[in-house]
Each structure stands twice: as structure tokens, then as C-alpha cells.
């Protein structure tokens, strides 16, 4: 069954090439039946493969595929690699993405261009597939660019809204950012070791650099932007909340589950070379614990439904991050798949919210829908306490453990991720408590089918068990000795508990009981500031707009007429003056040319003899 590798990315490929190619002819049932199935599909090999991979010796197994070139002593093979990381992101993309596939069908099912969106998702899936399956890094690549692709065609799908071109552009522009130092990267590496085949790059790494040294640094440095810019991690991580003007099903898989998660993959993938820079891997921690609280403290104030979600997925990729550069590798990625459970089944929850809603993203115009919508309310409230991290729920496994690890690395990053486990349990039931109780402000007209409601409860079912799934990773990661026993005092892991937890009855102090009101904190001046601050994303739009696009646009205005061109458009006139000289001695007399040699030869006598 494993032989058979090579058919998981490509039965989404094959959706992809038939709807865009003949689903205008199809029935939106029969596009349903090709979009899903065809990741439907994909997911079933997944499993048997997993489950084939897992009975055996776990020993990573290689499928070549083909080569990208073969010149005199270079050649640069390509295939698929599959172990324990591939495996555990494998399940993740295959899994969640059909769940999410299927509750599209129902979802998108009014929408025009039903064909088109189908396809656009294949495309993803296929591209992701690519990239967690690569055995080298130029294949990598090519899925990295992909999901970029596919992330840019999702999230502008209703392009009839500037709005949503513009949303478009942005993640698409600010990934490239990120993408153009990992292409750097890419050519360092292959310039200094000969090879992008990620296990020979690994192993030369070690062999041939120092810790410390220039050339690792400055390798895991540009990687490292590549993975912040898709990771949407700062200082890239502008472009994640604006993205949510797709589609609510494209939030779930490409903004929860799959896409920015691939920053994450790549630290993990690479993390020997990471170790090789140790003050690289430890930006990495920096960058993880900065994200998440800024993050975090911006979700509080939004009331877009969406944004809340999308705000708080940047900070849960940060505390990914936080694990990586502590060396959680193996906390990092079953972070990462339990994010994947409860995040994905958010978003699909406020999508059924939005649904039935009149399409509506204020929080604070809705209320009272605990009853109206029981299965979305279960599914936020089950959601809503894995992403604080709550006690028996899948968050609360995947986040102890990078807790404790980061207690391990530092106590000062320990404090500042629980205080970020805090405000996480405060945002998160802020949103219950609004949405779901209190007064009821309209009344609800739509009811999601079964096509909406089967992944949401199967969604349920892993956001609460998921952290009975880990897949073992000591075959992919080492396991620093003094971490393969967490020996802490009871204190802290009391605290690690408690924080979320506090972050509950906060919320529950302000939104449900009433005891402590919001607005009044909103009145005070620096709080209407704070708010604002914190609202605008911390003012990295309006950073980046003064510093960096406003001068651009000075700089176009200025230079409109092009003056780079009147430097080649004067050499012109000045080739044609000389030109134009030069052709007045072309009379076509012979008298006068033969003057004219005659006088030559008597100058260059005379320098002659002068000299």
C-alpha cells in the first residue's frame, strides 16, 4: 500500500484538471462529488498508508518519482519522503481537508461559480500535499508556491468586491516577501552543499559547519523568513486577518489547518540546521512568544466574528513557534494538528453562524443563539475550550507540553505564554458568551443541513480526543535529555493549568454575569486609546503604509514620466545628433573626399614629425 504514495496529491490533481476544464458542463451535484470525492479519496490511501507505516519498523520510506535535471556529474532527483513528520501532516492536510470539502458542498451550494471554487480547493490540497511529501527542497518549494497560488485564487474568489481583490493582493504580496528569502536560502544552501535533497542537506550540515557559524545562521536566518512571512508571524502577519474576506470554508483550510502552518513544517523539517544556529533557533522562540501575545491582545478587541478567529490563529502558530525555538519539536507539531481539530471547527461554526445569520460578522448583533443553533453552540463551546486549553480537551495536551518545555528553556518565556494562555481563555469564551447568550437580537431563519452539521460533530469528537492521536516522532526529532522527563515544581504546572481557566471566569465576569463591564473600561481615555491600538492590529497597516507604501508611491508619482527612460531616450537623440553630423560629410563628391583624405594625411604627418 505505501508504494502507492504517489496517488495521495494526485487524485486532487485530477479534480482540479476536470473542473476546470469541463465543470461549467457538470450539475453542482456531480462538481460536489468530483471535489470531494476526489480528497475524499486521498484521505482513505492516507489512513491505510498511516496505518501500514505505523504497524511496520517506522523506518522513513522513499518513492522517486522522477529527476529535475541530469548534466555531466549533477543530478537533482525528486519523490516523496515519507516518516513520522510527513505522516502526522499528511493526515492533517488529507483529514481535515475532506471534512472541510464536505461541509463546502453544502455551504457554498448557492454560489454561482460553484465549479470554480471546488477547483480552486483541489488545487490547494493538491499543493500542500506537494510540500509536505517532498523529499527534497526544491519540490518543497513548488508546493510552498502553490498553496501561495491557491491561497491568492480562495481568498479573492468573490473578486466582484475590490475589497476582497484587495485582501487578495496583500497575502499574496506579503507571502512573497517571505518566499523571496527562502528562495535564498534555497541557493545558499545548494551553493554551499551541493545537494537540496533535505536529508543530504541535513546530514552535510552537520558535517561540514560549525555551531555558530556564518553560513548556518545566515542559511536558517533566510528559511526562517520564508517561514514567518506564511506562518503569518511577525513582522508578516498583517495579511491573515484581512484574508478572511474568502470564503468561510478557505479560512478553515487554508488559515486554521493547512497553509500557515507550512512555517511550522518547514522549522521542523529543517531543525538540524536550526540547531547548527542557535541564536537563530532562539528568534524563533522570540518571534513565537511576541506574535502571541500581540495577537492575542487583538483579538480581544475585534467583533468580527472571523477576525477573532483569524487574530487568534496567529497566535496559536506563535506558540508553534515558542516550541520550536525551545526545542519542543515534537510538542510544536502535535500543537499543530490539534490546531488543526478545534480551529477548523470554529471556523466552520461561525461559518454556520454567518450562514444562518443573514450572512452577519458583528458579534454584537447577534445573542441568545444557544438555542436557536444547538450544534453550532456545542461546537464553539467544545472549540472554544481546546483553544484556551482546557483541562480533557485536545489544546490542553498539545499546549501543557510546550508550557512545560518552555519553563524548561526559560521561566521569563514560560510567564509570558501563559499570560497568553490568559487572554486566550478570555477571547475565546468573550466570543461564546456573546454570540451564544444574553438577548436575542433577530431571529434565526436557516437551518444547516447534514452536509454542514456531520463534520462539525465529527470535528467536535477530535477537538475533544485528538490528543489521544499523537503519532510517536522520536524517529523524526531528538529528544534532548533533560527534556524526556518534565520534573517541575507543582506550582508551575498549577499555573499552567490555571491560566486559561482564569481566562474564563474573566470572561464570564464581564460577558455573561455582567459583574464587570467592558464599555466602561472602553470610556476611559487610555482605554478608548488601547482599544483602538490594539483594534487597528497593533498599527502595522498604518506602520507599514507611512514607511513603506506611502513612500513608494511618492517615489512612482514623482518619477511617472520615467526617468530612468530619458537617460536611454537623450543617449538616443545624442547617437542620432552625432549621427546627423556625421552623414553631412557624405556628400557623394569625390573632389571633396579626396580633400578631406589629403588633409588627414598632413596632420597625421605633421604629428608626426612634431612629435
Not at 343 to 363: D, M, Q, R, T
Not at 528 to 551: E, I
Request: aromatic content about 14%; hydrophobic content about 55%; overall charge neutral.
Amino acid at each position: 500500500m505505501i508504494t502507492l504514495l504517489w496517488l495521495v496529491p494526485l487524485f486532487p490533481l485530477f479534480g482540479f484538471v476536470l473542473l476546470v476544464l469541463a465543470g461549467g458542463h457538470f450539475a453542482k451535484p456531480a462538481v460536489a462529488w468530483i471535489g470531494v470525492g476526489t480528497v475524499g479519496i486521498s484521505a482513505i490511501l492516507s489512513a491505510l498508508i498511516g496505518a501500514e507505516y505505523l504497524a511496520g519498523d517506522r523506518e522513513p520510506y522513499r518513492l522517486a518519482i522522477g529527476s529535475w535535471m541530469a548534466v555531466d556529474d549533477l543530478s537533482v532527483p525528486f519523490g516523496f519522503y515519507l516518516d513520522s513528520l510527513s505522516l502526522t501532516m499528511l493526515w492533517v492536510v488529507a483529514g481535515v481537508g475532506l471534512l472541510i470539502h464536505v461541509y463546502s458542498a453544502g455551504f457554498m451550494e448557492t454560489d454561482t461559480d460553484y465549479a470554480r471554487f471546488f477547483a480552486y480547493m483541489n488545487l490547494f490540497v493538491f499543493a500542500m500535499l506537494v510540500l509536505v511529501l517532498a523529499d527534497n527542497l526544491v519540490l518543497l518549494y513548488m508546493g510552498w508556491e502553490g498553496v501561495g497560488l491557491g491561497s491568492y485564487l480562495l481568498i479573492g474568489f468573490w473578486y466582484q468586491d475590490p475589497n476582497n481583490g484587495y485582501a487578495a493582493r496583500k497575502a499574496f504580496v506579503m507571502t512573497r516577501v517571505g518566499d523571496t528569502s527562502m528562495a535564498l536560502g534555497l541557493f545558499l544552501l545548494f551553493t554551499q552543499l551541493h545537494t537540496l535533497d533535505i536529508q543530504s542537506v541535513m546530514l552535510r550540515a552537520l558535517s561540514q559547519w560549525e555551531t555558530g557559524a556564518l553560513l548556518p545562521v545566515a542559511a536558517a536566518a533566510l528559511l526562517l523568513g520564508g517561514a514567518v512571512g506564511k506562518s503569518a508571524q511577525l513582522p508578516l502577519q498583517t495579511w491573515l486577518p484581512d484574508a478572511m474576506a474568502g470564503p468561510t470554508p478557505v479560512s478553515a483550510l487554508i488559515h486554521a489547518a493547512t497553509m500557515v502552518t507550512a512555517g511550522v513544517y518547514l522549522i521542523a523539517r529543517t531543525h538540524d540546521l536550526f540547531l547548527l544556529a542557535p541564536t537563530i533557533q532562539f528568534a524563533v522562540a522570540l518571534i513565537g512568544v511576541t506574535t502571541l501575545l500581540l495577537a492575542g491582545f487583538s483579538a480581544l478587541m475585534q467583533t468580527d466574528i472571523k477576525r477573532i478567529l483569524a487574530y487568534s490563529t496567529i497566535s496559536q502558530i506563535g506558540y508553534m513557534f515558542l516550541a520550536l525555538g525551545v526545542g519542543a519539536w515534537s510538542a510544536a507539531i502535535f500543537h499543530l494538528m490539534t490546531h488543526a481539530f478545534f480551529k477548523a471547527l470554529l471556523f466552520l461554526a461561525a461559518g454556520a453562524v454567518i450562514f444562518c445569520f443573514h450572512h452577519e460578522h458583528n458579534i454584537f448583533k447577534m445573542g441568545g443563539l444557544r438555542k436557536a443553533m444547538p450544534v453550532a453552540f456545542w461546537s464553539f463551546l467544545i472549540g472554544s475550550a481546546a483553544l484556551s486549553g482546557l483541562p480533557f480537551t485536545s489544546g490542553y495536551y498539545s499546549k501543557h507540553q510546550i508550557l512545560l518545555a518552555a519553563f524548561d528553556f526559560s521561566p521569563g518565556l514560560w510567564g509570558a505564554a501563559c499570560f497568553g494562555a490568559l487572554i486566550t481563555g478570555i477571547y475565546s469564551f468573550r466570543l461564546v458568551f456573546v454570540v451564544f447568550f444574553g438577548s436575542e437580537h433577530a431571529a434565526v431563519e436557516t437551518v444547516i443541513g447534514r452536509r454542514m452539521s456531520v463534520p462539525l460533530l465529527l470535528l467536535c469528537l477530535l477537538a475533544l480526543t485528538g490528543g489521544l492521536l499523537q503519532i510517536p516522532l522520536d524517529s523524526a526529532f531528538p529528544v534532548p535529555a533533560e527534556q524526556e522527563a518534565h520534573r517541575h515544581l507543582d506550582w508551575v504546572g498549577g499555573l499552567t493549568v490555571a491560566a486559561p481557566i482564569a481566562g474564563l471566569i474573566i470572561a464570564a465576569l464581564f460577558y455573561l454575569t455582567g459583574t464587570f463591564s467592558a464599555e466602561r473600561l472602553a470610556s476611559i481615555a487610555w482605554g478608548k486609546t488601547l482599544q483602538r491600538f490594539w483594534l487597528s492590529g497593533w498599527a502595522f497597516d498604518w506602520l507599514y503604509d507611512n514607511v513603506l507604501v506611502l513612500p513608494f508611491k511618492w517615489v512612482a508619482e514623482f518619477n511617472k514620466n520615467d526617468g530612468i527612460d530619458g537617460v536611454y531616450e537623450g543617449m538616443a537623440t545624442l547617437s542620432r545628433s552625432i549621427h546627423h553630423i556625421a552623414s553631412a560629410s557624405q556628400s557623394g563628391r569625390l573632389r571633396w573626399y579626396a580633400a578631406s583624405m589629403g588633409f588627414a594625411a598632413a596632420v597625421i604627418v605633421a604629428i608626426g614629425l612634431l612629435s
